[in-house]
């Protein structure tokens, strides 16, 4: 914020207004210079879009202290800011320029607009609820609430009453001024005060419509002051005390009088010779003058003058809101401008901060100390750059946990401890370029995500990404759809609230080495022992070449040597076993069993069963062994106690088994049937049981329906018995 000085007193401009008047084709143009600009770097917007496209008329606070109605062109519009939110709230385009607005409510919902061809519009919190016209030319209204009644001013010497609660005109007042510049209604009893275009004021009764008296203001400054025009009456305003008002003229005096008086108590020249825009009263005591160069605020008791706000852009309108030191200037630029004066009043409730923003340039009262052209170097960073040895001079200045250095001289000293940063710094640039050339290449990238990364790139590779060359264009197409829908869904699992967890939370994590995780995987289990034998093939064992122990070690000694060997033996044969172990999808995951376990397993089941258990041997071994010889061995363990007809049990390496059946169904017996013998069916002998008679249905003895029927159809006819008769033609 800038601060300027006038009288001793403090004024912050909080906007910024030296940008307002460049056309926005050159600010969007002149934007990379804003960069530059202090004044531009240091602003506050303390309502966002508080500005018109070319310039502001009128601005009023509403009743509630809650909304900013405002009204400026170009085009003729209407906006509304939010003050709890510090923004616009909604603007609305008319025809014509606005001249002046009453607020009908306590918020911004009715308001009635005199505008400029000589139209009369009333507004509502939809738009533009009812259009009228007057006679002549406006250029002030007012509204008296007791009545309902609006009064309207302007190139005529008549004042328009409308009465919004009859909805028509009513009898004008006829004053006599030939025109009349401005209107207002005493806020304390209702009297209302014409200024007209001859210097005299009238003032009238608002119910018995009649006149109560006449003020010349000109006669009294053309005896008393040197004047160059006729003054003529600009602005009234009356003070909520009901006796005190002020007037302000064409010739740039403001004078104030007491109802009860015909001179007036002051009489203050703002020594311009312009036209009086504003007028109005602060509970401090102050009177509030604008004309269209400056806004001069000074003692209502002496006419000293406290301070003066010189905007950049000419005065159109000047709102205060209540008792606060926050001045806001409807004028000829873009921006509405907003100045803050601690000594005049607090900061409004809704932007508070204010307050602290001050306090803080209050303690820092020269501003801020730029370092543009310094850079901020450590201790090491001096140590490194041989410049320790100016601590303490005025070259370095002290600064937090570093020291601001004299930027050109950083670059030389830089330069001279490393003379080649410049090849450091070619090649470094050479090889970004050449990674930035790779990044534009076509390749396919995989975004994984940190939690189970394998169960998402299995997702991605069930997209069928493979064999497309050797198919039709139908089927790759119909494959290549399928992939982006499966990258789809893919991105969609991420994405959902149910789902997303599972690649986000490490709680999710997938446990790959448990059982379950390998029976419900079966094909990743292969593919891993695959990749396990495919490393192990490329190593071979090595003979490390140690010693042996000699005898006068210690028990110790060998004990650990002995140890280390069947460690050794144990680690080959376990690596044999895992090579001669085939997975099959088809069977259950087993726990292999290692080769020491397997002895051991089959020494116990020796000395129980017998010998019922083929040792275990090599494939060379087994290949030898011929079928007949596996035969009689089986019928020597017929008589063990491995079950019903088993002939042989045989337990493999890594958990393999194998057992031999031999049909039974010769030693089965013999279930006869009714009246049969025993010797008629071969008797168990051989063959014989060939003999036997084979069953037909004639055993089943089923009765017959349908009696008389004779032939081919007798049989299907009983047959069909049940369902009527059957289908069989009888004889």
Same mark, same amino acid.
């Given at each position: 914020?800038?601060?300027?000085?006038?009288?001793n007193?403090?004024?912050?401009?909080?906007t910024?207004?030296?940008?307002?008047?460049?056309?926005?084709?050159?600010?969007?143009?002149?934007?990379?210079?804003?960069?530059?600009?202090?004044?531009?770097?240091?602003?506050?917007?303390?309502?966002?879009?508080?500005?018109?496209?070319e310039?502001?008329?009128?601005?009023?606070?509403t009743?509630?202290?809650?909304?900013?109605?405002?009204?400026?062109?170009?085009?003729?519009?209407?906006?509304?800011?939010?003050?709890?939110?510090?923004?616009?709230?909604?603007?609305?385009?008319?025809?014509?320029?606005?001249?002046?607005?009453?607020?009908?409510?306590?918020?911004?919902?009715?308001?009635?607009?005199?505008?400029?061809?000589?139209?009369?519009?009333?507004?509502?919190?939809?738009?533009?609820?009812?259009?009228?016209?007057?006679?002549?030319?406006?250029?002030?209204l007012?509204y008296?609430?007791?009545?309902?009644?609006?009064?309207?001013?302007?190139?005529?010497?008549?004042?328009?009453?409308?009465?919004?609660?009859?909805?028509?005109?009513?009898?004008?007042?006829?004053?006599?001024?030939?025109?009349?510049?401005?209107?207002?209604?005493?806020?304390?009893?209702?009297?209302?005060?014409?200024?007209?275009?001859?210097?005299?004021?009238?003032?009238?009764?608002?119910?018995?419509?009649?006149?109560?008296?006449?003020?010349?203001?000109?006669?009294?400054?053309?005896?008393h002051?040197?004047?160059?025009?006729?003054?003529?009456?600009?602005?009234?305003e009356?003070?909520?005390?009901?006796?005190?008002?002020?007037?302000?003229?064409?010739?740039?005096?403001?004078?104030?009088y007491?109802l009860?008086r015909?001179?007036?108590?002051?009489?203050?020249?703002?020594?311009?010779?312009?036209?009086?825009?504003?007028?109005?009263?602060?509970?401090?005591?102050?009177?509030?003058?604008?004309?269209?160069?400056?806004?001069?605020?000074?003692?209502?008791?002496?006419?000293?003058?406290?301070?003066?706000?010189?905007?950049?852009?000419?005065?159109?309108?000047?709102?205060?809101?209540?008792?606060?030191?926050?001045?806001?200037?409807?004028?000829?630029?873009?921006?509405?401008?907003?100045?803050?004066?601690?000594?005049?009043?607090?900061?409004?409730?809704?932007?508070?901060?204010?307050?602290?923003?001050?306090?803080?340039?209050?303690?820092?009262?020269?501003?801020?100390?730029?370092?543009?052209?310094?850079?901020?170097?450590?201790?090491?960073?001096?140590?490194? =750059?041989?410049?320790?040895?100016?601590?303490?001079?005025?070259?370095?200045?002290?600064y937090?946990?570093?020291?601001?250095?004299?930027?050109?001289?950083?670059?030389?000293?830089?330069?001279?401890?490393?003379?080649?940063?410049?090849?450091?710094?070619?090649?470094?640039?050479?090889?970004e370029? =050449?990674?930035?050339?790779?990044?534009?290449?076509?390749?396919?990238?995989?975004?994984?995500?940190?939690?189970?990364?394998?169960?998402?790139?299995?997702?991605?590779?069930?997209t069928?990404?493979?064999?497309?060359?050797?198919?039709?264009e139908?089927?790759?197409?119909?494959?290549?759809?399928?992939?982006?829908?499966?990258?789809?869904?893919?991105?969609?699992?991420?994405?959902?609230?149910?789902?997303?967890?599972?690649?986000?939370?490490?709680?999710?994590?997938?446990?790959?080495?448990?059982?379950?995780?390998?029976?419900?995987?079966?094909?990743?289990?292969?593919?891993?022992?695959?990749?396990?034998?495919?490393?192990?093939?490329?190593?071979?064992?090595?003979?490390?070449?140690?010693?042996?122990?000699?005898?006068?070690?210690?028990?110790?000694?060998?004990?650990?040597?002995?140890?280390?060997?069947?460690?050794?033996?144990?680690?080959?044969?376990?690596?044999?076993?895992?090579?001669?172990?085939?997975?099959?999808?088809?069977?259950?995951?087993?726990?292999?069993?290692?080769?020491?376990q397997?002895?051991?397993?089959?020494?116990?089941?020796?000395?129980?069963?017998?010998?019922?258990?083929?040792?275990?041997?090599?494939?060379?071994?087994?290949?030898?062994v011929?079928?007949?010889?596996?035969?009689?061995?089986?019928?020597?363990?017929?008589?063990?106690?491995?079950?019903?007809?088993?002939?042989?049990?045989?337990?493999?390496?890594?958990?393999?088994?194998s057992?031999?059946?031999?049909?039974?169904?010769?030693k089965?017996?013999?279930?006869?049937?009714?009246?049969?013998?025993?010797?008629?069916?071969?008797?168990?002998?051989?063959?014989?049981?060939?003999?036997r008679?084979?069953?037909?249905?004639?055993?089943?003895?089923?009765?017959?329906?349908?009696?008389?029927?004779?032939?081919?159809?007798?049989?299907?006819?009983?047959?069909?018995?049940?369902?009527?008769?059957?289908?069989?033609?009888?004889?």
């Open positions: 914020m800038q601060v300027s000085h006038q009288n007193v403090k004024i912050y401009s909080v910024s207004g030296a940008k307002s008047a460049i056309p926005d084709w050159l600010a969007k143009r002149s934007q990379k210079s804003l960069k530059n600009d202090l004044e531009w770097r240091s602003r506050i917007e303390l309502i966002q879009d508080f500005q018109f496209p310039a502001s008329l009128k601005l009023k606070f009743r509630d202290r809650k909304h900013i109605v405002a009204t400026g062109v170009y085009k003729p519009q209407i906006r509304v800011f939010d003050l709890a939110e510090l923004s616009m709230k909604f603007d609305r385009h008319t025809e014509s320029e606005n001249v002046a607005f009453e607020l009908l409510s306590d918020d911004w919902t009715k308001s009635v607009h005199l505008q400029a061809d000589r139209t009369v519009e009333f507004h509502s919190q939809y738009g533009m609820h009812y259009k009228t016209r007057i006679p002549k030319f406006g250029r002030d007012a008296y609430h007791p009545t309902c009644d609006t009064f309207f001013c302007g190139s005529s010497s008549e004042i328009y009453r409308l009465n919004l609660e009859q909805g028509r005109f009513l009898n004008s007042f006829v004053t006599q001024s030939p025109a009349v510049n401005t209107i207002r209604v005493n806020p304390a009893h209702g009297l209302i005060g014409a200024g007209g275009e001859d210097g005299a004021i009238e003032f009238w009764h608002p119910t018995e419509r009649r006149v109560l008296g006449r003020l010349d203001v000109a006669k009294y400054l053309s005896i002051e040197e004047l160059d025009s006729f003054p003529e009456v600009t602005s009234l009356f003070h909520n005390d009901g006796l005190t008002f002020g007037v302000g003229t064409s010739t740039g005096h403001v004078l104030l007491d009860r015909m001179e007036p108590l002051i009489v203050k020249d703002h020594q311009y010779g312009l036209p009086i825009k504003h007028v109005s009263f602060h509970p401090t005591g102050n009177v509030v003058s604008a004309d269209t160069k400056v806004v001069r605020i000074w003692n209502k008791e002496d006419g000293k003058l406290f301070t003066a706000i010189e905007p950049p852009h000419d005065i159109n309108d000047v709102n205060i809101p209540d008792d606060s030191g926050l001045v806001l200037i409807a004028n000829e630029g873009v921006q509405i401008q907003t100045y803050y004066v601690p000594q005049l009043g607090p900061a409004p409730k809704w932007c508070p901060f204010l307050d602290n923003l001050t306090e803080e340039m209050e303690e820092n009262p020269n501003g801020i100390t730029l370092y543009d052209d310094y850079k901020f170097v450590t201790r090491k960073e001096l140590s490194r =750059l041989a410049l320790d040895h100016l601590v303490g001079t005025n070259v370095l200045k002290a937090m946990h570093g020291f601001f250095l004299d930027l050109r001289l950083y670059n030389k000293a830089k330069a001279i401890a490393n003379p080649f940063e410049f090849e450091e710094f070619r090649k470094k640039r050479i090889a370029k =050449l990674q930035k050339e790779r990044k534009t290449r076509i390749h396919a990238t995989r975004k994984l995500p940190k939690v189970n990364a394998g169960f998402a790139l299995r997702l991605l590779k069930g069928g990404e493979a064999g497309e060359d050797s198919e039709d139908e089927e790759v197409g119909k494959k290549r759809i399928s992939k982006n829908k499966k990258k789809a869904e893919m991105g969609d699992l991420k994405a959902d609230d149910r789902f997303k967890n599972l690649f986000e939370d490490e709680d999710f994590q997938i446990d790959e080495n448990s059982a379950e995780w390998k029976l419900h995987h079966p094909s990743e289990v292969k593919n891993k022992t695959q990749r396990t034998l495919a490393s192990l093939e490329n190593f071979k064992k090595v003979d490390d070449g140690r010693p042996e122990s000699d005898e006068d070690g210690g028990e110790y000694d060998d004990d650990s040597d002995r140890n280390r060997e069947e460690d050794d033996e144990l680690n080959s044969e376990e690596e044999e076993a895992i090579s001669k172990f085939k997975f099959d999808p088809r069977k259950p995951t087993v726990k292999p069993v290692l080769p020491h397997l002895k051991r397993q089959q020494e116990l089941a020796a000395k129980k069963k017998g010998l019922s258990l083929y040792e275990l041997q090599d494939d060379k071994e087994k290949k030898a011929s079928f007949a010889d596996r035969m009689k061995a089986a019928s020597r363990d017929a008589g063990n106690d491995l079950g019903r007809n088993v002939l042989n049990f045989n337990a493999g390496s890594a958990g393999n088994k057992i031999t059946f031999r049909p039974s169904h010769f089965r017996p013999t279930r006869l049937r009714t009246g049969e013998d025993k010797n008629e069916i071969g008797g168990g002998g051989g063959g014989g049981g060939m003999n008679k084979k069953r037909g249905v004639g055993e089943l003895r089923l009765r017959s329906v349908g009696g008389g029927m004779r032939g081919r159809g007798g049989s299907r006819g009983g047959r069909g018995g049940g369902r009527g008769g059957g289908r069989g033609r009888g004889r």
